[in-house]
Nanobody
Framework: QVRLEESGGGLVQAGGSLRLACTGA????????MGWFRQAPGKEREAVAC???????YYTESVEDRFTISRDNAKNTVYLQMSSLKPEDTAMYYC????????????????????WGQGIQVTVSS
């Protein structure tokens, strides 16, 4: 069974930066499209960014130009570099993986991913 573990969350002031990491186990990492999703209290889980097997990436509009998703297949790790953070970025962030997701743009939706991490909290203070 695929295992995903997130790290790097925490509390940061508005305008600051954080880097999230997600390490996968029990999987052939380079065969999976990876995604970052987030869920704020009282809201639905939403896509943040996805990266496919070939490194092509997609970002939701609200984070484009501020966040960068990348992957290091040798380390079984996907990263989310977050800059210029805003209070509205406050949420629980989840890493997800799916071997059948090939289209990083049209399939970057929570319903397309079957393997999930436990999530990690990111809080941005104003």
């Amino acid at each position: 069974q695929v295992r995903l573990e997130e790290s790097g969350g925490g509390l940061v002031q508005a305008g600051g930066s954080l880097r999230l990491a997600c390490t996968g186990a029990r999987m052939t990492f380079n065969e999976y499209t990876m995604g970052w999703f987030r869920q704020a209290p009282g809201k639905e889980r939403e896509a943040v960014a996805c990266i496919n097997l070939n490194g092509r990436s997609y970002y939701t509009e609200s984070v484009e130009d501020r966040f960068t998703i990348s992957r290091d297949n040798a380390k079984n790790t996907v990263y989310l570099q977050m800059s210029s953070l805003k209070p509205e970025d406050t949420a629980m962030y989840y890493c997800a993986a799916d071997g059948y997701v090939k289209d990083e743009v049209n399939q970057c939706r929570p319903t397309e991913f079957r393997n999930w991490g436990q999530g990690i909290q990111v809080t941005v203070s104003s």
